[in-house]
């Protein structure tokens, strides 16, 4: 069966450190790949993809991640945190399979303190 | 650019009461979704369409719910006869595209059922 796994509820870290926040899948195939973020009272926002290519790809707000093949995995990361990314972010993998079903992680709350 | 738009934001029903929500995507997306959002859980698909065709209901609880794209724009989810596990968020979102594209997403409708 297909799967995401976020294996840290919570992540926390102080602000000016690197942030990394873990996605692992179960996929058959090559998925795309994707990073969401849930801000309170805010709805999902997109904030990078990978498709092919280059295994390190940049998206919104500084947030980067790199995509491991031989471990299946697509963890997010920032060189300098900020209390403003603490937020909620889901993982999500889509089949390339007929349909391009998206299938999300159940979310890390990531904590930037002061 | 004007983004997904969804309505009601909240509804509050007993069980076995009927519910439907409504969303307008992104002018131009060919690909909606419809999502249910439990508290401390991912969004778990429920439904997917390609214009006005389902690509994946595989999710939905067909004895309850349904779901409707009309005319390839809004859509509308209903729930009839909604239970206590039905308390959520639902939300839509659109894509321009189905595959590597990503997901724009509304603010949600926060559903309870007493």
Do not use: M
Request: hydrophobic share 35%.
């Amino acid at each position: 069966a297909q799967s995401v796994a976020q294996p840290e509820d919570q992540v926390n870290v102080a602000e000016g450190n690197p942030l990394t926040v873990k996605c692992t899948y179960s996929v058959s195939g090559n998925p795309y790949l994707f990073w969401y973020v849930q801000y309170p009272n805010r709805g999902l926002q997109f904030l990078l993809k990978y498709i092919t290519g280059d295994n390190l790809v940049k998206g919104s707000y500084g947030f980067e991640a790199e995509f491991n093949k031989s471990q299946t995995s697509f963890h997010l990361k920032k060189p300098s945190a900020l209390v403003s990314d603490s937020a909620l972010y889901f993982c999500a993998v889509r089949d390339r399979g007929g349909g391009f079903k998206t299938i999300f992680g159940a979310g890390t709350r990531l904590f930037v303190k002061a | 650019e004007a983004g997904v738009a969804q309505s009601p934001r909240y509804k509050i029903i007993e069980k076995r009461q009927s519910v439907a929500f409504w969303c307008n995507p992104i002018s131009g997306h060919a690909t909606l979704y419809w999502y249910q959002q439990i508290l401390g859980q991912g969004p778990k698909l429920l439904i997917q369409f390609q214009n006005n065709g389902v690509v994946d209901d595989s999710q939905l609880p067909k004895d309850r719910f349904s779901a409707e794209r009309l005319k390839g724009v809004d859509s509308t989810l209903k729930i009839q006869p909604a239970k206590l596990e039905d308390s959520a968020v639902y939300l839509c979102a659109s894509s321009l595209d189905g595959g590597s594209y990503e997901q724009y997403f509304g603010p949600g409708t926060r559903l309870t059922v007493t």
